[in-house]
């Protein structure tokens, strides 16, 4: 499974929504129909997931599933 | 003229059902809803048995993530707050919004999630993994909160936290709330979903609960002479009140009358009720006279009857001193024999069955009342519910704290009864 499937499949376990809802570019407030404690719980997970930690800062800048990915690059994950 | 209030829609999660309907036909054919517990292995706890609701699929009313969020608690409160609206066939619109508010008592709030999350804490001794949902999942009011989110209910909001009292403190409440002429519509009733360990661990250490595990059904027995306790229960009873006006001009089917609420305090003990009961007397009194009524004017009681030895025994008596020969016409019946005791749901529920008792003139049944207890001599609607044209029911419920919450509910009829 790629990083991209990983990180989708826990938005869908997680957020009322399709796999096909999530585009790279949906916002998880406007496109899916998140609000900020979802992200926060969302981010909780692919923290676990992914034996990474996610400050405070950083989660304010997370808008789309992309942001997401591209977070999760930076901080080594493949 | 004082303000009238009726009720016009009723929703309901039980040991003996998942709506109204299967409660009540449970009920009139005098099942028990008790079983062993589920929710956890009990084993080790001298109460091992419990009124759970069963096969409840919490899907059919709320989306994934709402299911990922809340309580059962909360749960339990949108899908019965969704049955008592669909039975009420209203839809809160923009004219109304303002004018609803929503009152939702429990005695505990989201006591398995709090227990739960506790254990994760600790074992991982990790504060960055409490999850970001856990306030709101626990917090009591947010049955209340949450049901006038779905609804767009606007107007007042509260969640009285009266113990095994909270259901009908919070009709109670929503009843003034329309008198005094703050809403036109109320969602109100009591829920609960405390089968925990903490919960059964606690009330067993108070000697409150029943012990006979290897007969569930015949567990609870209010005023029989065997009772040894209540049998802790879960469930939902939601009404809905409406300002008479209101309910008349968009042509609602009228269930009942709430007429009058008494509310007392013992100034005793935090759990048990004095000799005589003399607090659940001036509430019953208070409620009667709120209703323009007299003592002799009451045909139904749906009974606190918890199925302790002392709750039975004072209620008992401070019926008798209330209502003096009249006892003799008077039926009290304690629906806790079938459903167990479901702490702040308790009133909700006992609400519908005393509404349900006025609409289809049946009175249902104490169940498992075999031989009846010292000094327990009210004709208690032993074991089969009963067929019989009455006008008016009361509901008692009375909690820890020294909580005395008594509604009345009377057949509805055009004229008003001239008040003193």
């Given at each position: 499974?790629?990083?991209?499937?990983?990180?989708?499949?826990?938005?869908?376990?997680?957020?009322?929504?399709?796999?096909?809802?999530?585009?790279?570019?949906?916002?998880?407030?406007?496109?899916?129909?998140?609000?900020?404690?979802?992200?926060?719980?969302?981010?909780?997970?692919?923290?676990?997931?992914?034996?990474?930690?996610?400050?405070?800062?950083?989660?304010?800048?997370?808008?789309?599933?992309?942001?997401?990915?591209?977070?999760?690059?930076?901080?080594?994950?493949? | 003229?004082?303000?009238?209030v009726v009720v016009t829609g009723l929703?309901?999660?039980?040991?003996?059902?998942?709506?109204?309907?299967?409660?009540?036909?449970?009920?009139?054919?005098?099942?028990?809803?008790?079983?062993?517990?589920?929710?956890?292995?009990?084993?080790?706890?001298?109460?091992?048995?419990?009124?759970?609701?069963?096969?409840?699929?919490?899907?059919?009313?709320?989306?994934?993530?709402?299911?990922?969020?809340?309580?059962?608690?909360?749960?339990?409160?949108?899908?019965?707050?969704?049955?008592a609206m669909?039975d009420a066939k209203l839809?809160?619109?923009?004219?109304?919004?303002?004018?609803?508010?929503?009152?939702?008592?429990?005695?505990?709030?989201?006591?398995?999630?709090?227990?739960?999350?506790?254990?994760?804490?600790?074992?991982?001794?990790?504060?960055?993994?409490?999850?970001?949902?856990?306030?709101?999942?626990?917090?009591?009011?947010?049955?209340?909160?949450?049901?006038?989110?779905?609804?767009?209910?606007?107007?007042?909001?509260?969640?009285?936290?009266?113990?095994?009292?909270?259901?009908?403190?919070?009709?109670?409440?929503?009843?003034?709330?329309?008198?005094?002429?703050?809403?036109?519509i109320?969602?109100?009733?009591?829920?609960?979903?405390?089968?925990?360990?903490?919960?059964?661990?606690?009330?067993?250490?108070?000697?409150?609960?029943?012990?006979?595990?290897?007969?569930?059904?015949?567990?609870?027995?209010?005023?029989?002479?065997?009772?040894?306790?209540?049998?802790?229960?879960?469930?939902?009873?939601?009404i809905i009140l409406e300002?008479l006006?209101v309910a008349?001009?968009r042509?609602a089917r009228i269930y009942a009358?709430?007429?009058?609420?008494?509310?007392?305090?013992?100034?005793?003990?935090?759990?048990?009720?004095?000799?005589?009961?003399?607090?659940?007397?001036?509430?019953?009194?208070?409620?009667?006279?709120?209703?323009?009524?007299?003592?002799?004017?009451?045909?139904?009681?749906?009974?606190?009857?918890?199925?302790?030895?002392?709750?039975?025994?004072?209620?008992?008596?401070?019926?008798?001193?209330?209502?003096?020969?009249?006892?003799?016409?008077?039926?009290?019946?304690?629906?806790?024999?079938?459903?167990?005791?479901?702490?702040?749901?308790?009133?909700?529920?006992?609400?519908?069955?005393?509404?349900?008792?006025?609409?289809?003139?049946?009175?249902?049944?104490?169940?498992?009342?075999?031989?009846?207890?010292?000094?327990?001599?009210?004709?208690?609607?032993?074991?089969?519910?009963?067929?019989?044209?009455?006008?008016?029911?009361?509901?008692?419920?009375?909690?820890?704290?020294?909580?005395?919450?008594?509604?009345?509910?009377?057949?509805y009829?055009?004229?008003?009864?001239?008040?003193?």
């Amino acid at each position: 499974m790629t990083l991209e499937e990983k990180v989708i499949k826990l938005i869908v376990d997680q957020l009322d929504v399709t796999k096909e809802q999530c585009v790279l570019e949906a916002s998880f407030i406007d496109d899916l129909g998140a609000d900020s404690l979802d992200i926060v719980e969302l981010l909780m997970e692919m923290e676990e997931a992914f034996g990474v930690e996610i400050e405070d800062e950083e989660l304010e800048k997370i808008v789309t599933i992309k942001d997401v990915i591209d977070f999760l690059k930076q901080k080594g994950v493949n | 003229m004082k303000r009238r209030v009726v009720v016009t829609g009723l929703g309901a999660l039980t040991p003996l059902g998942n709506s109204v309907n299967q409660t009540w036909e449970s009920a009139v054919t005098g099942k028990s809803g008790i079983g062993p517990i589920t929710k956890f292995d009990s084993s080790s706890y001298k109460s091992q048995i419990a009124g759970e609701i069963k096969n409840f699929d919490a899907a059919q009313f709320v989306n994934k993530q709402e299911l990922r969020r809340y309580d059962d608690f909360i749960l339990y409160a949108i899908a019965s707050s969704e049955m008592a609206m669909a039975d009420a066939k209203l839809t809160i619109g923009p004219e109304l919004s303002e004018r609803t508010g929503v009152i939702i008592g429990s005695a505990i709030g989201g006591l398995s999630t709090i227990e739960e999350e506790f254990e994760l804490l600790l074992n991982h001794n990790n504060p960055r993994k409490i999850p970001t949902f856990i306030v709101p999942a626990i917090l009591a009011n947010l049955a209340s909160g949450n049901v006038s989110i779905r609804f767009g209910a606007k107007g007042p909001i509260n969640c009285p936290v009266t113990a095994c009292a909270a259901g009908t403190s919070a009709i109670g409440d929503a009843y003034k709330t329309i008198v005094y002429g703050d809403a036109d519509i109320m969602i109100t009733g009591g829920v609960e979903a405390a089968i925990t360990r903490m919960a059964v661990g606690g009330f067993s250490a108070m000697r409150a609960l029943s012990q006979r595990n290897d007969e569930p059904q015949k567990a609870s027995r209010p005023f029989d002479k065997d009772r040894d306790g209540f049998v802790i229960a879960e469930g939902c009873g939601i009404i809905i009140l409406e300002e008479l006006s209101v309910a008349l001009n968009r042509g609602a089917r009228i269930y009942a009358e709430l007429a009058g609420y008494g509310c007392t305090s013992d100034a005793y003990h935090v759990a048990a009720p004095p000799p005589g009961h003399e607090g659940a007397a001036r509430s019953m009194r208070i409620a009667i006279k709120e209703a323009g009524l007299n003592p002799e004017d009451i045909d139904y009681i749906n009974a606190h009857g918890t199925s302790t030895p002392l709750n039975d025994l004072y209620e008992t008596q401070a019926i008798n001193f209330l209502f003096g020969e009249h006892v003799k016409k008077l039926m009290v019946s304690s629906t806790k024999s079938m459903t167990g005791h479901m702490l702040g749901a308790t009133g909700g529920v006992e609400a519908i069955f005393a509404v349900k008792s006025l609409h289809e003139n049946i009175i249902p049944p104490t169940i498992n009342l075999d031989n009846p207890g010292e000094e327990c001599n009210l004709d208690y609607v032993p074991n089969v519910s009963r067929r019989k044209e009455i006008n008016t029911a009361m509901s008692n419920t009375f909690g820890f704290g020294g909580v005395n919450a008594v509604l009345l509910f009377k057949k509805y009829s055009e004229s008003q009864v001239s008040e003193e």
